[in-house]
């Protein structure tokens, strides 16, 4: 009996004994390492979701601005514009020089582009305005930036500006007229058939892309409006 006693006090003594030491320290091992493994992955998780958000807050940018641009230059007119008069001189070309990719002329710290544009809507002519409407996109600080005045040969150096990308490294407009490459619009009393804009944005690097003009031409001897001095 008393033998039998005494094996059922060592089960019992062993049936109630917690973990040693070294076992809490493992199992507590073991959890950190799984909460360092899960909390890293998590971090990457937040990271990568936000790189992709912003990439693509980015991309949705260079879309509208490109929209943006395209719309414009397909309803490119072919009216002068007070800059491009100004360096063709009348006794050159007769001032029909309708637009200019000159960046030191549009103030621009890069390229440049300078033109006016018609179908700017005005229902019954409601608005003191015309159709017509002069815009320019320039660089300044790494922004381009799309200018508009309410009138093509506005003078009061007013300027509506809306800023179309962020992180522009260069902005060059080139040209192409028939098969003729041109770097550099100088051509009287014509639109070029399409313009070539090279982007180099901080995010993607150069961005290219070939637009088309509307290909409107003047008639004959039509005489154009005379640019307004200032």
Not at 125 to 134: A, D, F, I, V, Y
Not at 194 to 200: D, G, K, N
Not at 208 to 219: K, Q, Y
Request: proline share 4%; aromatic share 6%.
């Amino acid at each position: 009996m008393a033998l039998r006693s005494l094996i059922r006090h060592q089960v019992g003594v062993r049936s109630t004994r917690g973990f040693t030491l070294v076992e809490v320290m493992v199992a507590m091992l073991v959890l950190a390492l799984i909460g360092l493994a899960s909390a890293t992955v998590f971090q990457q998780m937040t990271q990568a979701e936000e790189v992709a958000s912003k990439r693509h807050e980015q991309l949705a940018a260079l879309q509208f601005a490109f929209l943006i641009i395209d719309r414009d230059i397909r309803q490119m007119s072919a009216r002068t514009t007070r800059i491009a008069a100004e360096r063709a001189g009348d006794s050159t070309n007769n001032g029909k020089i309708y637009l200019t990719n000159s960046g030191s002329e549009l103030d621009s710290d890069s390229g440049a582009l300078g033109f006016v544009r018609a179908g700017w809507t005005n229902p019954n002519h409601l608005l003191p305005r015309s159709e017509l409407q002069g815009v320019v996109y320039r660089v300044r600080e790494e922004t381009l930036e799309r200018l508009y005045v309410p009138f093509a040969d506005d003078t009061s150096g007013e300027f509506a500006r809306q800023t179309l990308l962020t992180g522009v490294q260069s902005f060059e407009v080139t040209f192409e007229s028939g098969d003729a490459a041109i770097s550099q619009w100088n051509v009287a009393g014509q639109l070029p058939t399409r313009v070539i804009l090279r982007i180099e944005l901080e995010e993607f690097g150069v961005v290219e892309r070939v637009l088309l003009t509307s290909g409107e031409r003047p008639p004959p001897d039509t005489p154009q409006p005379a640019a307004a001095e200032g």
